[in-house]
């Protein structure tokens, strides 16, 4: 089955700075990768994500880039601020077949000012 | 569009009894939902798949008889925990596949177990 692993655990950052969370998954027929954000006791909220037929996305501050490859996909946030600080984490499933999300194991990111 | 609910939101029960999580797709028709658990600080950890009319695949290590899973319709799945433990205590989320394009999964709002 599908293993997602990602990296770095936790990530501090000075407000304006820009942040790098990767992650590397295991199996070849994923073909969706989203990120999510999570807060204490609240369900993951969609924050990102991208499909296997293009390589990268960009939403405002938040991109993500995608090697297929390397079986590799990485988080960008640029310009930090202090409301992004929040758990983060990386999935993988294989969409068109509905197979489950598979998470990693997320990123605490402290933003401060 | 695509909201999931979970009922309850927060459940607090004694050690022994079972307890029942209901997910339910309220704007769209779910072939198939997913149950997740998530301990403190950690990631959410995929219990079984559920598909509507079918029996539920569990992940391995997952006690099929300790965690019942029924889908008896495209917008309802739940989830019992029988004879709960302490160790059980844990935030339970669904998610539901709309089954065609966009092929989005959708997250409900989580449940709080507490066994006591």
């Known amino acids: 089955g599908e293993n997602v692993e990602q990296h770095p655990s936790t990530l501090s950052v000075q407000e304006g700075d820009s942040a790098v969370i990767k992650c590397t998954y295991s199996d070849s027929a994923s073909n969706y990768f989203p990120w999510y954000k999570q807060e204490l006791g609240k369900r993951p909220q969609l924050i990102i994500d991208i499909r296997s037929n293009v390589g990268e996305k960009k939403d405002q501050r938040i991109a993500v880039t995608l090697n297929k490859t390397a079986k590799h996909f990485s988080l960008h946030i640029t310009e930090t601020q202090p409301e992004d600080s929040a758990v983060y984490f990386c999935a993988a499933s294989d969409h068109q077949a509905g197979t489950a999300l598979i998470f990693g194991k997320g990123t605490t990111l402290s933003v401060s000012s | 569009g695509a909201v999931v609910s979970q009922h309850p939101s927060r459940v607090i029960c004694k050690s022994g009894t079972s307890v029942k999580i209901e997910c339910r797709s309220l704007d769209f028709q779910a072939t198939t939902m997913f149950w997740y658990r998530q301990f403190p600080k950690q990631s959410l950890m995929l219990m079984a798949t559920?598909?509507?009319?079918?029996?539920?695949?569990?992940e391995q290590g997952v006690e099929k008889d300790k965690f019942l899973i029924n889908h008896a319709s495209l917008t309802l799945s739940t989830l019992t925990v029988t004879s709960a433990h302490p160790e059980d205590s844990s935030f339970y989320i669904c998610?539901?596949?709309?089954?065609?394009?966009?092929?989005?999964?959708?997250f409900g709002p989580g449940t709080r177990l507490t066994v006591t």
């Open positions: 998610s539901a596949h709309r089954g065609g394009a966009p092929y989005e999964q959708y």
């Open positions: 559920s598909n509507e009319g079918s029996k539920a695949t569990y």
